[in-house]
């Protein structure tokens, strides 16, 4: 049992000269962030299915933060299927010292670290197992300079596996973020990134629906491509917000493939970011 471990209970802690080192005491496994980073938030933005849109969403809270004053980093923590880099037009390979690794940084001096810029060849796959791949997103934190940063924004892999755990238990993750689209087995698979957030002690800091409707450019009607939405009552059957609704919109999905999100201005989340 785990209070009588090494004959003692957790209670007992409190005053004893052995606190620190007792097995008997949950240990915390965050790791120290480098030296030359002070990052005053860090938001994860999850998903528990591929391809609902979570880097478009990443980048574009990203980029209402610094289109409102703040310095922000993205962390690509999307080990296996890297976009952030792409979408800002980075090819470069991130530089270093014997001091960290230094970040790229987009023409909206948005600070980005992803494992595109570190490989030879940006079309080079990554393949390498579960525990390699969590351990170079806790070198992302560990070993990369990210300096000054008010929020840094972490584009997580889909689903609740290594990489989401390791996050999760490395760095001081302030909330998440969990972006779903209409489908229903999507909405099946948010409870899944929420109970995993809940069993971590992370909050949730709401829900943001992607491809929630499409606009007809011609008479302007409203249309829901994907059938109607049951992220209200999921929301509310959970207890969190829903912090934002987006559109199909080509504009967004323009910049992305032309790699000039920096310039990009997306109001759909601005009330997303008041509430992180
Ligand atoms: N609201 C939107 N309007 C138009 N295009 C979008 C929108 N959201 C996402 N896209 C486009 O859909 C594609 C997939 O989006 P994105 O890469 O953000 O998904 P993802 O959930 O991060 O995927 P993965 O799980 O594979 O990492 C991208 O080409 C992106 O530009």
Redesign the pocket.
Known sequence: MAEEQNGCKPSDCAGCAHADSCGSKPQSLLKPANPHSHVNKVIAVV?GK???????VTASLARIMREQGFNVGIMDA?IT?P?IPKMYGIHKQAMGTEEGIIPEEAKDGTKIMSVNLLLPNESDPVIWRGPVIANVVTQFWTDVMWGELDYLFVDMP?GTGDVPLTVFQSLPVDGIVIVTSPQDLVQMIVKKAYNMACQMDIPVLGIVE??SYLVCPDCGKKISVFGESHVDETAKELDIPVIGK?????G??EA?EEERFYEISNDYLTDAVNKL
């Open positions: 998903s591929g391809g609902v849109g979570k880097s478009m999307d299927g976009s889909p992607n491809y987006m559109p199909i919109d080509a967004l999905a992305v």
